[in-house]
T-cell receptor, first 107, second 112 residues
Framework: RKEVEQDPGPFNVPEGATVAFNCTYS??????FFWYRQDCRKEPKLLMS???SGNEDGRFTAQLNRASQYISLLIRDSKLSDSATYLC????????FGQGTELSVKP | ETGVTQTPRHLVMGMTNKKSLKCEQH?????MYWYKQSAKKPLELMFV???????ENNSVPSRFSPECPNSSHLFLHLHTLQPEDSALYLC???????????FGPGTRLLVL
């Protein structure tokens, strides 16, 4: 089983849609998680950290479900500029990256 | 954004060549990393340096040889590579090994 598993997509959604990605992790002892965003042919950049209580940053909401060992990212009112690959990351002394979920927002 | 720079941005090399990738960070960080990103695969951590000391080698073949002369610079020396080594090589840095990592733009490598 992969350490960090994501649905690779692609997710094709219209502008204004709400889209959610899930990511599962295998190590129940892991404490820290992040979502990174990677644009086509660019480097990954931190989008947001994921806290146990859930956290929100504008249109983006990240949540952690320890019982089921998954984290989620919700994007509301999606914009064309949200098109990218979203990487789920587990921190366990080092960063473990998921394969990424590709999002394409269409006009 | 010039926090982490990498050169060259693109590299084509033959299997018998020797080349080096360079990474420089201007963020005052203490930890630096090399990652490999192949198409449709997760980022693979290759090496970790913390305060110039190598703290992790993720079973990387010896044809990849890292060098960290100081906390701001990281090199990846390449020799006798294989076509399957073609990938995007990303450098990253962080304040310490458990803090947020900042990535450079990467070197896109093609081995012929």
């Amino acid at each position: 089983r992969k350490e960090v598993e994501q649905d690779p997509g692609p997710f094709n959604v219209p502008e204004g849609a709400t889209v959610a990605f899930n990511c599962t992790y295998s190590n129940s002892a892991s404490q820290s998680f992040f979502w990174y965003r990677q644009d086509c042919r660019k480097e990954p950049k931190l989008l947001m950290s994921v806290y146990s209580s859930g956290n929100e940053d504008g249109r983006f909401t990240a949540q952690l479900n320890r019982a089921s060992q998954y984290i989620s990212l919700l994007i509301r009112d999606s914009k064309l500029s949200d098109s990218a690959t979203y990487l789920c990351v587990e921190e366990r002394g080092k960063l473990i990256f998921g394969q990424g979920t590709e999002l394409s927002v269409k006009p | 954004e010039t926090g982490v720079t990498q050169t060259p941005r693109h590299l084509v090399m033959g299997m018998t060549n020797k080349k080096s990738l360079k990474c420089e960070q201007h963020l005052g960080h203490n930890a630096m990393y090399w990652y490999k990103q192949s198409a449709k695969k997760p980022l693979e951590l290759m090496f970790v340096y913390n305060f110039k000391e190598q703290t992790e080698n993720n079973s990387v073949p010896s044809r990849f040889s890292p060098e960290c002369p100081n906390s701001s610079h990281l090199f990846l020396h390449l020799h006798t590579l294989q076509p399957e080594d073609s990938a995007l090589y990303l450098c990253a840095s962080s304040q310490d090994t458990q803090e947020t990592q900042y990535f450079g733009p990467g070197t896109r490598l093609l081995v012929l």
